[in-house]
């Protein structure tokens, strides 16, 4: 059974740092792995999606990799600014069924990026 | 816009009651989904549908009903049987089901607590 984890738990930096979330699952047959942000009381938004084949996607100021060998994703923000505070989540997407349905997600790193 | 609506944001349920969560969306997507949210844990499907008058069981539908009868509305409905139903609900839709429905778009969610 796929499980994902993500450490910390909570994180909380000053303004302009640069800072990484990871993300770690137990079997490296995954189709994608997606990284989501929720605000708190709202829904989930979709920030990056990684192919297996794919080692890195960037939008913006965010960048996440992807080593599926060794079961692990990283979610790189530069220059944090107090909006990007919020709740960051991965889940990966199994290889075998490659149904949307079959997502595992992590529990979650609390950000907060303080003034 | 373009989006996905849930309602009611706050829904309260007396004991033996059963409750309805209304979830539509206007994005023309063919699959929705239903996920539980509980603090420290990851998102969990409750059910999912892949078409109009089709829905599957998710990893915990027991003491949850849904239905699909139109392409745009996926309610669920908590019943008296679901004995821990305080949690966040969180409806999501995707293009499909398979490959194509990688992303997934989500509602801003219903808090449910039990009086």
């Known amino acids: 059974k796929q499980e994902v984890t993500q450490i910390p738990a909570a994180l909380s930096v000053p303004e302009g740092e640069n800072l990484v979330l990871n993300c770690s699952f137990t079997?490296?047959?995954?189709?994608?792995l997606q990284w989501f942000r929720q605000d708190p009381g709202k829904g989930l938004t979709s920030l990056l999606l990684i192919q297996s084949s794919q080692r890195e996607q960037t939008s913006g100021r965010l960048n996440a990799s992807l080593d599926k060998s060794s079961g692990r994703s990283t979610l790189y923000i530069a220059a944090s600014q107090p909006g990007d505070s919020a709740t960051y989540l991965c889940?990966?997407?199994?290889?075998?069924?490659?149904?949307?349905?079959?997502?595992?997600f992590g529990t979650g790193t609390r950000l907060q990026v303080t003034l | 816009d373009g989006g996905i609506t849930q309602s009611p944001k706050y829904l309260f349920r007396k004991e033996g009651q059963n409750v309805t969560l209304s979830c539509e969306q206007n994005?023309?997507?063919?699959?929705m989904y239903w996920y539980r949210q509980d603090p420290g844990q990851g998102l969990r499907l409750i059910y999912y549908s892949q078409i109009v008058n089709d829905f599957q069981k998710g990893d915990i539908a027991e003491g949850y009903s849904v239905s699909r009868e139109k392409k745009e509305s996926f309610p669920l409905t908590v019943t008296s049987a679901q004995k821990n139903p305080t949690a966040f609900y969180l409806c999501?839709?995707?293009?499909?089901?398979?490959?194509?429905?990688?992303?997934?778009?989500f509602g801003s969610g219903t808090q449910l607590s039990v009086l």
């Open positions: 994005l023309n997507h063919d699959a």
């Open positions: 999501a839709s995707s293009i499909g089901i398979g490959l194509s429905g990688e992303k997934l778009f």
């Open positions: 889940a990966v997407r199994p290889f075998s069924t490659g149904t949307a349905s079959k997502l595992t």
């Open positions: 079997d490296s047959a995954i189709y994608n």
